[in-house]
T-cell receptor
Framework: DAGVIQSPRHEVTEMGQEVTLRCKPI?????LFWYRQTMMRGLELLIY????????DSGMPEDRFSAKMPNASFSTLKIQPSEPRDSAVYFC?????????????FGDGTRLSIL | GNSVTQMEGPVTLSEEAFLTINCTYT??????LFWYVQYPGEGLQLLLK?????DKGSNKGFEATYRKETTSFHLEKGSVQVSDSAVYFC????????????FGKGTKLTVNP
């Protein structure tokens, strides 16, 4: 079975450029989560969707970040303009449910480096 | 709000040693509890879970018991292998449909041959 698929796996770009990260959740999962992982801050939830609708975006750092989920099989996280402090590994996860005891399934992440 | 505290790492053990990684939580009601594992260069994978008090989750020789009286969910393995080297995360999700997972900071385990 295909897991959560993220692309690209690695992205290196210069500050000021627009960055788009992509995620394909597991088929049939109705919740999707975007996380950011850094050494300093650990794993942070940025935003999550239920049935393609954003439910909580309180973790989105600032207006430079935006996320969309146009359909059940695709989501994007966009950073515009990008800054060096955005360098991190970004994970997408999906899950069935509720209930909340269903586990989240993670993709392998996108390693983003902003120069 | 809900929170998870797990022991600081890194933890370094020899092969076949006994492993304990402590995890305590703060939450209202009856959260579900999880252990995730992250191998180098990969995403997090569910290792085990428990959804009610006194439940024991187990997988690949790892175990953790949901202890409501001590608000703990400690991870144990009787005999670790080099292949268990990874970062381990304790997490909880709240009761009542709250879908957010709250993670601990992670504990890096290195097992030497």
């Amino acid at each position: 079975d295909a897991g959560v698929i993220q692309s690209p796996r690695h992205e290196v770009t210069e500050m000021g450029q627009e960055v788009t990260l992509r995620c394909k959740p597991i088929s049939g999962h109705n919740s999707l989560f975007w996380y950011r992982q850094t050494m300093m801050r650990g794993l942070e939830l940025l935003i999550y969707f239920n049935n393609n609708v954003p439910i909580d975006d309180s973790g989105m750092p600032e207006d430079r970040f935006s996320a969309k989920m146009p359909n059940a099989s695709f989501s994007t996280l966009k950073i515009q303009p990008s800054e060096p402090r955005d360098s991190a590994v970004y994970f997408c996860a999906s899950r069935t449910g509720p209930p909340s005891n269903q586990p989240q399934h993670f993709g392998d992440g996108t390693r983003l480096s902003i120069l | 709000g809900n929170s998870v505290t797990q022991m600081e790492g890194p933890v370094t053990l020899s092969e076949e040693a006994f492993l304990t990684i402590n995890c305590t939580y703060t939450a209202t009601g009856y959260p579900s509890l999880f252990w995730y594992v992250q191998y180098p260069g990969e995403g997090l994978q569910l290792l085990l879970k428990a959804t009610k008090a006194d439940d024991k989750g187990s997988n690949k020789g790892f175990e953790a018991t949901y202890r409501k009286e001590t608000t703990s969910f400690h991870l144990e393995k009787g005999s670790v292998q080099v292949s268990d080297s990874a970062v381990y995360f304790c997490a909880l999700s709240g009761q009542g449909g709250s879908e957010k997972l709250v993670f601990g900071k992670g504990t890096k385990l290195t097992v030497n041959p």
